[in-house]
Nanobody
Framework: QVQLVESGGGLVVAGGSLRLSCAAS????????MRWYRQAPGKQRELVAS???????NYGDSVRGRLTLSRDNAKNTVYLQMNSLKPEDTAVYYC?????WGQGTQVTVSS
């Protein structure tokens, strides 16, 4: 059974940083593309970033240059480093792999 566990969310002042983690179990982690999505209140879920099995990353236009996605295959974990956070980054952030979702972690950025 595949399980994704996110952590690292919280409350931060605008301009601050957070690092989200997503630990996966029950899959062959190293061969899978991992993604982070986010959903703000009243808005559709949007793709934030993805990382391929080979480490190639892609980012949404609204976060490019501020967020960095990395993976540690030995720990079956991906990390989303978020810098220069803005109030509009406030959302629940979800980890995704192979069509499966984590439970989400809340990120709140105050102005």
């Amino acid at each position: 059974q595949v399980q994704l566990v996110e952590s690292g969310g919280g409350l931060v002042v605008a301009g601050g940083s957070l690092r989200l983690s997503c630990a996966a179990s029950g899959i062959i982690f190293r061969i899978n593309t991992m993604r982070w999505y986010r959903q703000a209140p009243g808005k559709q879920r949007e793709l934030v970033a993805s990382i391929s099995s080979g480490g190639t990353t892609n980012y949404g236009d609204s976060v490019r240059g501020r967020l960095t996605l990395s993976r540690d295959n030995a720990k079956n974990t991906v990390y989303l480093q978020m810098n220069s956070l803005k109030p509009e980054d406030t959302a629940v952030y979800y980890c995704w792999v192979a069509g499966l979702w984590g439970q989400g972690t809340q990120v709140t950025v105050s102005s």
